[in-house]
């Protein structure tokens, strides 16, 4: 079936270290991928996306490339702040299936002055 | 563009009582989800609509909880009777659905925290 993994958090870092939010997917045919942030006390929103292999989608700083011979939508930023506090959810969305997507279980990103 | 409604934004309600709750998605689109999120389970996708029809209720926990979409501008999630474990956030979201196959994201709305006591 399709399935998404992403590492588990909490991460914790440090203000303008490098994130690196690792995700892996198991899916048919060509999936398009998501990153979606929940910040406190809202609900999601989309960060950024890919719907090809070797698409490389950004926002805001991040961005994940669509690897489809690792099947992995890893997030990287190079410079984390601390308004970057968030959960991360990685996601994808099988061909058809009115747009139902498969979310990751969410890693918690925590960023200290 | 006002996005998706959801309300009320909060709800605490007593064991055994109706709740019932709100949403409203972004015009034009025609697909609707709705979720629950709580810390031990996740975010669950309960049930989602195309064009106003149920397509997949699999999600829904039990008998208890029901959903209906009577026009393209209004879903409505109801729990009868609500029991304790049914205290999370619950979330409405809706998309442009095309069958030519392009992907659209899902847009979110800000939730519901419903307490149950």
């Known amino acids: 079936g399709n399935s998404v993994t992403q590492m588990e958090g909490p991460v914790t870092l440090s203000e303008e270290a490098f994130l690196t939010i690792n995700c892996t997917y198991t899916?048919?045919?060509?999936?398009?991928l998501f990153w979606y942030v929940q910040y406190p006390g809202e609900g999601l929103q989309l960060l950024l996306k890919a719907t090809k292999a070797d698409d490389k989608g950004s926002n805001k700083g991040f961005e994940a490339t669509y690897r489809k011979e690792t099947t992995s939508f890893h997030l990287e930023k190079g410079s984390v702040q601390v308004s970057d506090s968030a959960v991360y959810f990685c996601?994808?969305?099988?061909?058809?299936?009115?747009?139902?997507?498969?979310f990751g279980a969410g890693t918690r990103l925590a960023v200290h002055p | 563009d006002a996005g998706v409604i959801q309300s009320p934004r909060h709800e605490v309600t007593e064991m055994g009582q109706e709740v019932t709750l709100r949403c409203k998605p972004i015009s034009g689109h025609n697909s609707l989800f709705w979720y629950r999120q709580t810390m031990m389970r996740g975010l669950e996708l309960l049930i989602y609509f195309n064009n106003n029809v149920p397509i997949d209720d699999s999600g829904m926990p039990e008998d208890r909880f029901s959903a209906k979409m009577p026009n393209a501008s209004f879903s409505t999630l109801k729990i009868q009777p609500s029991e304790p474990r049914d205290s999370a956030v619950y979330f409405c979201?809706?998309?442009?659905?095309?069958?030519?196959?392009?992907?659209?994201?899902?847009?979110f709305g800000p939730g519901t925290r419903l307490t149950v006591t």
């Open positions: 996601a994808l969305k099988v061909s058809g299936g009115y747009n139902k997507l498969i």
């Open positions: 899916a048919t045919g060509y999936p398009s």
């Open positions: 979201a809706s998309s442009l659905y095309l069958t030519s196959g392009s992907s659209y994201e899902q847009y």
